[in-house]
């Protein structure tokens, strides 16, 4: 499968959803929520996430919201993420298909091409690409296969909390109210993607069964989680790792049937 591709040209892509602003006194009540409506669910984010196989590239987040028109955007003229919308803060097959568009132009400017690696969910259509080869992961096997699964949104999400921890914190130091915008959680999320190790990223792969010579993985004593922030509980971390981060045939059907004047329209990415 990976014949003819440079570990460099391997990469991993995958959704991972993020209850932006969720407290951790409210963890217990949202566990396994699957949160296709109500106020926890607009409180949510899509983010997809997509790295290589060394860690040496990682491709800017995407971040899929609820809404287009939002106050903390006014004035804004550059988000450090590719941003879009839709009703449900979901993936969608026509946004999957864009968003690989456009890296599929990019890819041929460069004169350059990748094995691309993706889970089989109805979301991720078989695109024809001339610069990325589409592969998708055999079905029932991507919690194993998936190298972005094996940690690396994990410890995305790990980096998210603690910098929203201490800034909660330094608010209740300077005696303010603390809120958290999308924008806010945008800007966050691109400072915790932003720190993610590269090592990190490639012991990943590694553990999902794709091997290289030339990564060198952390040892026992150094890892990334190891850091001098506030303590965040593995629960907060992984209480929306099950919500739900794309379409299905079976949501759209009961979606149309119920609330048929619901459709929002989708923002094109901002890349």
């Given at each position: ?104 132009n990019e890819l ?37 296969l998936q190298p ?124």
């Amino acid at each position: 499968m990976r014949a003819g591709y440079a570990d460099e040209d391997i990469f991993n892509t995958d959704e991972c959803a993020l209850s932006f602003k969720l407290l951790q006194s409210k963890t217990l009540c949202f566990k396994n929520e699957k949160c296709i409506g109500g106020k926890l669910s607009k409180e949510r984010l899509t983010i997809l996430v997509a790295a290589n196989m060394t860690g040496s590239e990682k491709r800017q987040l995407l971040v899929i919201g609820k809404s287009a028109k939002l106050h903390c955007f006014k004035n804004v003229r550059h988000l450090p993420v590719m941003y879009t919308n839709n009703k449900k803060a979901w993936m969608t097959s026509p946004l999957f298909e864009r968003t690989l568009i456009v890296w599929d132009n990019e890819l041929r400017q460069k004169k350059r091409k990748i094995l691309l690696l993706v889970d089989n969910c109805p979301a991720h259509p078989d695109v024809k690409l001339k610069n990325i080869n589409l592969v998708f992961l055999p079905p029932n096997t991507t919690s194993k296969l998936q190298p972005m699964d094996q940690g690396v949104v994990h410890t995305l999400k790990a980096h998210y909390w603690k910098c929203l921890v201490s800034r909660i914190i330094e608010d209740i130091d300077r005696n303010i109210e603390s809120k958290v915008s999308v924008l806010d959680a945008i800007l966050l999320l691109d400072k915790a993607w932003q720190a993610v190790w590269s090592s990190t990223i490639s012991n990943c792969f590694s553990h999902a069964g794709f091997r290289s010579d030339n990564i060198v993985l952390p040892s026992s004593e150094h890892k990334e989680t190891d850091l001098e922030v506030p303590q965040v509980t593995e629960e907060y971390i992984t209480v929306d790792d099950h919500v739900a981060t794309a379409e299905t045939l079976t949501d759209d059907i009961i979606e149309a049937v119920t609330n048929p004047d619901s459709e929002e329209d989708e923002m094109e990415p901002s890349y």
